[in-house]
């Protein structure tokens, strides 16, 4: 059977949360929202990689996750299906994670406290192929690759940089 042209244009969604109310919540949301379709909720990612018909656009992951966490799922995950977009969806405001997962490959990181419209934004801002990250993420991960890098040059690049 073909699918009708609201159902094509739908964007599809996979949730991974170990939280049930969490995860029903936002299979509920996410099928209650225009241009959305929640296709799948995990409560692991070994759950998730176990199952093999589903075709989901964005994964939405939450970080903290028995077992395999959402950080060592994300090259697993990837490894699955290259064209997936993760919007981690987590309550860690912990920097250092914020920037692994970001390193590991997800697309972006949204707090679990963000709004309705907020989570909507993100996840077609992120299936747009857009990043979207916490404020002074992007900063503090351009500054970590540029301090890690100077220390290699030596004082006279340094003073040609005007970096002394």
Not at 44 to 49: D, H, I, K, L, Q
Not at 59 to 75: Q, T, W, Y
Not at 98 to 122: C, E, M, T, V, W
């Amino acid at each position: 059977m073909a699918e009708t042209t609201a159902t094509a244009e739908l964007i599809k969604i996979a949730v991974i949360d170990d939280d049930a109310n969490v995860r029903n919540g936002l299979w509920w949301l996410l099928n209650h929202v225009i241009g959305l379709r929640c296709v799948g909720a995990y409560s692991s990612c070994a759950e998730f990689m176990a199952q093999s018909t589903l075709s989901p656009e964005v994964l939405l992951l939450d970080l903290a996750l028995p077992g395999m966490s959402g950080l060592a799922g994300i090259p697993l995950i990837l490894g699955k299906y290259p064209a997936l977009r993760i919007l981690m969806h987590s309550n860690f405001d912990d920097e250092e994670k914020i920037l692994q997962a970001r390193r590991a490959g997800a697309a972006g990181y949204i707090f679990k406290n963000a709004s309705a419209p907020q989570l909507h934004d993100a996840i077609l801002a992120v299936h747009r192929g857009e990043k979207i990250w916490p404020a002074g993420i992007e900063s503090a991960s351009t500054n970590a690759t540029t301090f890690s890098f100077l220390r290699y040059l030596t004082q006279k690049l340094h003073a040609v940089f005007k970096l002394h």
